[in-house]
Each structure stands twice: as C-alpha cells, then as structure tokens.
C-alpha cells in the first residue's frame, strides 16, 4: 500500500511568486491535514480537509489556502511568498476525522525556500 | 490554550541502554489523544506510539512504552535497548477532542542520538 506522496520535494521559490503543493494520501484515506515546519516555529497546523470540505483551519495568513478533490487529493497554495514562508511543508493523511482516531500518516515532506 | 512542552532539546544514549523523553502538556479537554512521533533525518515522520487520555493503563508498543500521568499532565517516552536507528527528533504531540480535527499540537522537539 503505497504511503502519502508529497511532490514536489523541493523548491526554490522568490517572494512575491505563488506556489502549489500537492498531497495524494493513502488510498482509502479521506482526511489529509497540513502541517508548517520550520526551525523557530516547530510544527504548526495549517489546515484539515475531509470529503472536500475544510474542517478546521490554523492560524495562518489569507494567502495559505487549501482545496481538496473528490478523489482526496490535495492541493495548498500559498500567494506572495515572504522569506518566512522558508520550510517544510508536511502532509498528514487519516482514515476518517483526524479527532476521531487520532493517528496520521506523514508524507516526507515538500521543502520549500524562498529567495 | 492548548501547549506541549519538551523541556530537552537533544539528548544521547549508548546503545543497549534505556533512555526516557519528557513531555507535558497542558488542556481543559477532558477527551484527547497524545503522541510520540519519530521524525529520522531527512525522513518521514513516522508515529510512534498513542496513548487515549481515558484509557488509564500505559500504552506499550515494542522496546517503546509511555509514563502516562494525566493528573501531572506528564507524557514520557521510555525507549528500551536504544538501537542505532532510534537516532531521530521525537516529537510528542496532543490532539483535542472532536472538534480540534486534525489538529496536533507539537512539541518544539527533542534530538536523540544513540552512540555505538
């Protein structure tokens, strides 16, 4: 059974550019949430989709923003990049609700660095 | 608000031997779940182990197993005969009830190295 696939793995972004990621979770999985990573910061909660709906959102700026598909894949966008937009952008896929079992799968992650 | 403290920012331990990472946490839920994730170098966050808040007997899975206090809010990982692939951040995390979907609440992190 394949894992949760983030792509791209890398990229090298200059502020004021938009970028995608894209996040296929596990097959049979219908939750994927976002997760921020940075050295200051540590790990913060972007935003939970499920059945293509978001769920519950972080504390975040506007210009993150996320969409989910009918078949559970995910896209996040993030607009104007800032230098602080630097990180590792993880995305987690669960069975159901992420609050009604508890457990996540990570992808390896999309790096993110912005000049 | 919701906050997960690891209070050591990297530790070490010889092989074979045993070594114990704090957590604390701190909620008014009375329904949540609490984690160890294991983030390797350059990998994949894998979990680790779980533990339900309501569920009083301490969760074991392998050579890992949790002190779970939840009057101190006191979260500890135990890792038994450390192995050389034990060297990895551990991150312990909260989850807060239903409508807290998804979202963990991390640690800053702890660094574990295990030496040969």
């Known amino acids: 059974k394949a894992g949760v696939t983030q792509t791209p793995r890398y990229l090298i972004k200059t502020r004021g550019q938009q970028v995608t990621l894209s996040c296929s979770p596990i097959s049979g999985h219908r939750s994927v949430s976002w997760y921020q990573q940075t050295p200051g910061q540590g790990l913060q909660f972007l935003f939970e989709y499920f059945s293509e709906t978001q769920r519950n959102k972080g504390n975040f700026p506007g210009r993150f923003s996320g969409r989910q598909f009918s078949n559970s894949r995910s896209e996040m966008n993030v607009s104007t990049l800032e230098l602080g937009d630097s990180a590792l952008y993880l995305c987690a896929s669960s069975l159901a609700l992420a609050g009604v079992n508890g457990e996540l799968f990570f992808g390896e992650g999309s790096r993110l660095t912005v000049l | 608000a919701q906050t997960v403290t690891q209070s050591q920012p990297e530790m070490s331990v010889q092989e074979a031997e045993t070594v114990t990472l704090s957590c604390t946490y701190d909620?008014?839920?009375?329904?949540?779940?609490l984690f160890w994730y294991k983030q390797p170098p350059s990998r994949q966050m894998i979990l680790v182990i779980r533990?339900?808040?309501?569920?009083?007997q301490n969760a074991t899975e392998n050579r890992f197993s949790v002190n779970f206090q939840k009057a101190a809010k006191s979260f500890s990982l135990k890792i038994s005969d450390s192995q050389l692939g034990d060297t990895a951040m551990y991150f312990c995390a909260s989850l807060h009830g239903s409508s807290n979907t998804g979202k963990l609440i991390f640690g800053q992190g702890t660094t574990l190295q295990v030496k040969p």
């Open positions: 533990q339900e808040a309501y569920k009083q």
């Open positions: 909620t008014s839920e009375n329904n949540y779940y």
